[in-house]
C-alpha cells in the first residue's frame, strides 16, 4: 500500500470512530469524478481526481482494511444500454462483438458479522440523468448496485477471474473500446455541466 493512501486515509478518516470513518471514506470516494479507464489501480483517483468502478473500489478496499475490515470483490456483468441516459450514439460504436455487456467492480464488505455491497461508482454530479447514485450509506449495511446486474461473481480479486472468464473468448478491440470509453467520458463531463 502506498504513502499516498496512507496519507488520503490519516486525512480523510483520522480521528473518526470506525463507523464514521467508513461513511467519510466511502463519501469521498463516491464524489471522485467518475471517468473509465484501463488503469484500475487504487492510486489513481487521488492522483487524477478521477477514477472508475475499479480504481475507485480498490481505493476504497484498501481504506476498509486499513481499518481491518475484511473485504472480497463483486464481480457484476452489466449492460451498458440498462444504464439511464446513455446516448444510442455511444452505444452503437461498440460494434465488435456487437455487445454492451461489461463488467463491474463493487466491493462486499465484512461489517458487523455479515458480508455488505458496498458500491460508490456514480458520483453526485452525475445525479441529475438519472444514475443511481448512493447519497447516504449508514456505514454497516448494503447499498444500491450501480448497474442492473446480468450475473455476479464473488472473488478475491477481478484480474484473476476475468483472466479465467474470458480464456478462449474474442477480445474487444482495444481501438474501438478506447472510443467507446472517450465517448463514454465525455458524456459524463457534459453531465456534470
Known amino acids: 500500500m502506498g504513502d499516498l493512501i496512507k496519507r488520503t486515509f490519516k486525512e480523510w478518516a483520522g480521528g473518526l470512530d470506525p463507523k464514521e470513518a467508513r461513511i ?3 463519501k469521498k470516494v463516491r464524489d471522485i469524478p467518475y471517468h473509465v479507464s484501463f488503469d484500475k489501480s487504487p492510486e489513481r483517483p487521488l492522483k487524477e481526481g478521477r477514477g472508475d468502478c475499479g480504481s475507485k473500489h480498490r481505493l476504497l478496499e484498501q481504506f476498509f482494511k486499513m481499518q481491518g475490515l475484511k473485504t472480497r470483490h463483486l464481480i457484476v456483468r452489466f449492460d451498458w444500454k440498462d444504464t439511464p441516459g446513455i446516448p444510442q450514439k455511444v452505444l452503437a460504436i461498440l460494434k465488435d462483438p456487437p455487445t454492451t455487456t461489461s463488467w463491474h467492480l463493487a466491493l462486499e464488505v465484512f461489517i458487523n458479522g455479515r458480508w455488505q455491497v458496498v458500491d460508490a461508482t ?3 454530479g452525475l445525479k441529475k440523468d438519472g444514475l443511481p447514485v448512493v447519497l447516504e450509506w449508514d456505514g454497516e ?3 444500491p448496485l450501480a448497474v442492473k446486474p446480468l450475473e455476479t ?3 478475491q480479486d477481478i484480474g484473476e477471474f476475468l483472466v479465467e472468464k474470458q480464456a478462449g473468448k ?3 478491440d482495444k481501438e474501438e473500446a478506447q472510443t467507446f470509453l472517450d465517448a463514454l ?3 459524463f ?3 456534470r455541466g
Do not use: I, M
Open 189 to 191: 463531463e457534459k453531465l
Open 24 to 26: 467519510v471514506l466511502f
Open 122 to 124: 456514480w458520483d453526485r
Open 153 to 155: 461473481h464473488r472473488a
Open 141 to 143: 449495511s448494503s447499498t
Open 170 to 172: 474474442k477480445k474487444r
Open 185 to 187: 467520458n465525455s458524456w
